[in-house]
């Protein structure tokens, strides 16, 4: 009975992704969709290779299969045959609320070829909100007329005022260790025109990248970081959030939120537990993950205060993806949940709240979102 009222309060709880960008928008062949099953190589898979002999290709085949109209572990071909029956429109209409999230947070940042966040929420059945990349907003400001410091000041302002919160790829652009202090604006101007020189294109000037993240701290909203795992122009060394301690020492109270987290999902928690701003999740790493998402989602739970994790599924491209990371962490939760209820170490009801705080509870209170009751539910 208990088993039973666990996992039927996981499967009807509403989620807020609270990290993922758009799903894609016009059809592509077989071999874009593999690729998209593979997070760190950023070049064509081998020609033996295939997306599909992945943990993330079989959690497809056994998870989106079904909404499909397939039998779950459907063989590879059988399930492209079927998904290139639809259109990617089609395809996000049937996953997006099959995923039973009520509001999605849409890192806005590398928008090419997938869709807006009015298509995402049009197509969800649900709402939308957007979260600025900062290194995007140096990009636009390289780009502008006038001194770089305002044009980024100002950029940053107006975007931010009707966004969720901001972001940074700073893993993917030198990493966390080193200098993250706040530059002067000497060093700021003299870097920018070094910049521009250039064409003003993939910012890695680490002055500049400083420059963003103090500024992301004024505007105060929830400061989103990639931390580990990522495609293989993110140095995983580097991106290890205990080189961040420092620099978190400096946020005052702007909310620092770690995504993805592997494989320093542990060390994420330390964080979470030494720092009252910061919070993690699981995302991109627990689509590919697969089969051992449970595990994961298990060690999210060790240190980190339950009132700091927070749900995100980092889908993008595939439809598949967005649906994918809700069904995998209900999934990995009940797996992890249910051993601690039965083994007499936690309370059923202890149980469920902590679903309710991790599936939209902390993400409403992080990023000021309303929750009407009656929205709580699939």
Same mark, same amino acid.
């Given at each position: 009975m208990t088993a039973a009222a666990l996992a039927e309060h996981i499967a009807g709880v509403r989620l807020i992704d609270q990290h993922m960008h758009g799903c894609w928008s016009a059809a592509g062949d077989r071999a874009r969709f593999e690729n998209a099953l593979n997070e760190a190589n950023t070049e064509p898979l081998a020609d033996f290779d295939s997306?599909?002999?992945?943990?993330?290709?079989?959690? *497809?085949?056994?998870?989106?299969?079904?909404?499909?109209g397939l039998s779950k572990h459907a063989e590879p071909r059988d399930y492209w045959h079927r998904r290139n029956q639809f259109s990617e429109?089609?395809?996000?209409? #049937?996953?997006?609320?099959?995923?039973?999230?009520?509001?999605?947070?849409?890192?806005?940042?590398?928008?090419?070829?997938?869709?807006? #966040?009015?298509?995402?929420?049009?197509?969800?059945?649900?709402?939308?909100?957007?979260?600025?990349r900062l290194e995007q907003v140096a990009e636009q400001a390289a780009v502008s007329p006038g001194d770089y410091a305002s044009e980024f000041e100002r950029i940053l302002s107006e975007r931010a005022a009707g966004a969720a919160g901001t972001k940074s790829i700073l893993a993917y652009r030198g990493g966390f260790d080193g200098d993250l202090t706040e530059p002067s604006a000497t060093e700021v101007t003299v870097a920018a025109a070094r910049w521009r020189d250039t064409g003003g294109v993939r910012l890695t000037d680490r002055v500049l990248l400083r420059y963003g993240l103090h500024q992301a701290l004024r505007v105060g909203k929830p400061l989103q970081f990639h931390v580990g795992f990522g495609d293989r122009?993110?140095?995983?060394?580097? +991106?290890?959030?205990?080189?961040?301690?420092?620099?978190?020492?400096?946020?005052?109270?702007?909310?620092?939120?770690?995504?993805?987290?592997?494989?320093?999902?542990?060390?994420?928690?330390?964080?979470?537990?030494?720092?009252n701003n910061v919070y993690l999740d699981g995302g991109l790493s627990i689509n590919h993950l697969g089969a051992r998402a449970p595990a994961f *989602? +298990?060690?999210?739970?060790?240190?980190?205060?339950?009132r700091k994790i927070v749900y995100s599924s980092d889908g993008f491209g595939p439809a598949e993806l967005h649906y994918l990371g809700a069904a995998l962490w209900r999934n990995g939760i009940h797996r992890a949940l249910s051993g601690f209820v039965d083994n007499g170490d936690w309370s059923l009801a202890d149980a469920m709240r902590v679903v309710d705080l991790i599936a939209y509870q902390n993400a409403a209170r992080l990023y000021r979102l309303a929750i009407k009751d009656e929205g709580t539910r699939v």
């Open positions: 997306g599909f002999d992945t943990q993330l290709g079989f959690a *497809i085949r056994a998870h989106c299969a079904p909404l499909l429109a089609e395809l996000a209409q #049937i996953f997006l609320p099959a995923a039973g999230v009520s509001d999605w947070l849409v890192d806005t940042g590398y928008a090419e070829g997938v869709a807006d #966040i009015g298509h995402v929420a049009d197509w969800s059945l649900g709402r939308a909100h957007e979260v600025v122009e993110c140095d995983l060394r580097k +991106a290890n959030p205990l080189y961040l301690r420092d620099f978190l020492r400096e946020a005052g109270e702007t909310p620092v939120v770690l995504l993805h987290c592997y494989p320093y999902e542990r060390e994420a928690g330390y964080l979470a537990q030494a720092f *989602i +298990a060690r999210l739970l060790e240190l980190a205060p339950f």
